[in-house]
């Protein structure tokens, strides 16, 4: 039997082995989380950080690149794992839009898995198939004076958080009706 003797004063007690492990176990993990705490003051200046895919326009960014999107210090900045920061000053946006797209996930599974549900029950799959993602654009100028744009992939919810972190420090954010209003008027000039 797995027992260890403890001796306490002048008695002494039989602790099951997995006991004292669980014991060491519980006493480490409270250990670190203290430790944990004591360092977060480090990024007290980063005011939105979140995981994106930079889609494209970043120049220095890969297409389709996975990484972190976050505003400190006055820039946007996105870096993936260990590669360099790609950043641009706040004060160079000139205009930011937030659209919203779903994904099926699933991929090749799902979809065998769609076709063989019989009786059309693949549809109601694909109904609880897809994800909710937020795209984020933006127009800014870049040190060289050029206009350039920047299209951004965030989890639902992130993007609307980014914009209006975005014009609280005073960036322009398009919305639906004003890209509207703009399309009708180039269409109504050519007629």
Same mark, same amino acid.
């Given at each position: !039997?797995?027992?260890?003797?403890?001796?306490?004063?002048?008695?002494?007690?039989?602790?099951?082995?997995?006991?004292?492990?669980?014991?060491?176990?519980?006493?480490?993990?409270?250990?670190?989380?203290?430790?944990? &705490?004591?360092?977060?003051?480090?990024?007290?200046?980063?005011?939105?950080?979140?995981?994106?895919?930079?889609?494209?326009?970043?120049?220095?960014?890969?297409?389709?690149?996975?990484?972190?999107? $976050?505003?400190?210090?006055?820039?946007?900045?996105?870096?993936?794992? $260990?590669?360099?920061?790609?950043?641009?000053?706040?004060?160079?946006?000139?205009?930011?839009?937030?659209?919203?797209?779903?994904?099926?996930?699933?991929?090749?599974?799902?979809?065998?898995?769609?076709?063989?549900?019989?009786?059309?029950?693949?549809?109601?799959?694909? *109904?609880?198939?897809?994800?909710?993602?937020?795209? *984020? $654009? !933006?127009?800014?100028?870049?040190?060289?004076?050029?206009?350039?744009?920047?299209?951004?992939?965030? $989890?639902?919810?992130?993007?609307?958080?980014?914009?209006?972190?975005?014009?609280?420090?005073?960036?322009?954010?398009?919305?639906?009706?004003?890209? &509207?209003?703009?399309? !009708?008027?180039?269409?109504?000039?050519?007629?």
């Amino acid at each position: !039997m797995n027992v260890a003797a403890t001796l306490v004063g002048d008695r002494s007690f039989r602790i099951p082995r997995s006991a004292m492990m669980v014991l060491i176990l519980l006493l480490g993990s409270t250990a670190g989380l203290f430790a944990k &705490k004591g360092s977060g003051t480090a990024n007290s200046t980063v005011v939105f950080t979140a995981r994106a895919t930079h889609l494209l326009g970043f120049e220095g960014a890969r297409k389709n690149s996975t990484g972190t999107l $976050s505003i400190q210090h006055g820039v946007l900045r996105f870096q993936k794992g $260990s590669d360099p920061a790609v950043q641009v000053t706040i004060d160079s946006v000139q205009d930011v839009f937030l659209g919203d797209e779903s994904k099926q996930v699933g991929g090749l599974p799902m979809t065998v898995g769609k076709a063989a549900v019989p009786f059309g029950g693949g549809r109601v799959v694909s *109904l609880f198939a897809h994800k909710k993602y937020d795209v *984020l $654009s !933006m127009e800014y100028v870049a040190t060289d004076g050029g206009v350039h744009g920047a299209i951004f992939e965030l $989890s639902s919810g992130q993007g609307r958080r980014l914009r209006d972190e975005l014009t609280a420090l005073g960036v322009h954010a398009s919305s639906n009706d004003e890209r &509207k209003q703009s399309k !009708m008027e180039v269409s109504n000039e050519r007629n």
